[in-house]
């Protein structure tokens, strides 16, 4: 049987299960007194708990004990991705936390026909805290918005590699398959970049990269160049 994880603000020797989780628990899953569950804090470690009562609004658990998580990725990899249409960035969130991403910033660009407000990213965070619980990782990726590139592409400074993809490059300017140290990876939407933006990433240290002779839709390249960069990292070994 499954031990069901949730997320809680902070550990203490008698945590409680509350908001969004513990209706979770308590409405879903038909948890009480007696189960066992993992709790988790975002620190990457994790909490071997017993659900010792239940008052309304909250399950409260005694903690048994702790222990660093091994799900969570080593290297440091933040995905920046072009807002898409309906639910692709849900999509894209979804499989970039599962494929072990770190941060994921979602932006505005030239040709991007997408558009974001708070309730949507606070769609993308529940999206990401679910799948982090679903692949056993102890820590939800940070979601931020960026209103265009240039900020999007500011918020990389510090990487030891910066690489962005994009149609216009005729060949791969980093070895991809080689990747060392931390990683910030940049894909747009599906209108693609202009010229002027991808010279404008070149000037602030991105590498062109390309993802192949074929064009692949947005979301596909999203997962697709995540999955490649995490393998070359060694995450998916």
């Known amino acids: 049987m499954t031990v069901r994880r949730f997320f809680v603000d902070k550990i203490a020797p008698e945590t409680a299960i509350a908001g969004e989780e513990y209706a979770h628990a308590k409405n879903v899953l038909r ?3 007696g189960d066992e569950v993992v709790l988790l804090d ?6 071997d708990a017993v659900i010792c009562r239940a008052e ?28 898409l249409k309906g639910d692709k960035t849900e999509f ?22 997408a558009y974001m407000n708070e309730n ?23 979601i931020s918005y960026y209103a265009d590139l240039a900020a999007a592409l500011a918020s990389c400074d510090g990487f030891d590699n910066k690489l962005f993809a994009c149609e216009f490059a005729r060949e791969s300017e980093a070895d991809v398959s080689s990747l060392k140290g931390s990683c910030a990876l ?30 692949l839709r947005a979301e596909t390249a999203a997962v697709a160049f995540t999955a490649v960069a995490m393998f070359s990292l060694g995450e998916l070994r």
């Open 92 to 113: 894209v969130v979804q499989k970039a936390t599962e494929l072990g991403v770190s941060e994921i910033g979602i932006f505005a660009s030239r040709y991007c026909a």
């Open 120 to 142: 949507k990213l606070e769609r993308l965070r529940r999206v990401a805290k679910e799948a982090a619980k679903q692949c056993l990782r102890a820590r939800v990726p940070e």
């Open 31 to 33: 948890l009480g007194v």
């Open 186 to 215: 940049v894909v747009g939407s599906e209108g693609g970049f202009s010229e002027e933006e991808f010279a404008a990433a070149r000037l602030a240290g991105f590498a062109g990269v390309t993802l192949g002779k074929r064009i």
């Open 56 to 83: 309304k609004g909250a399950l409260y658990c005694n903690v048994t004990g702790g222990k660093p998580s091994d799900k969570e990725p080593k290297a440091r990899v933040r995905l920046m991705a072009g807002a």
């Open 42 to 47: 975002g620190s990457g470690q994790e909490y």
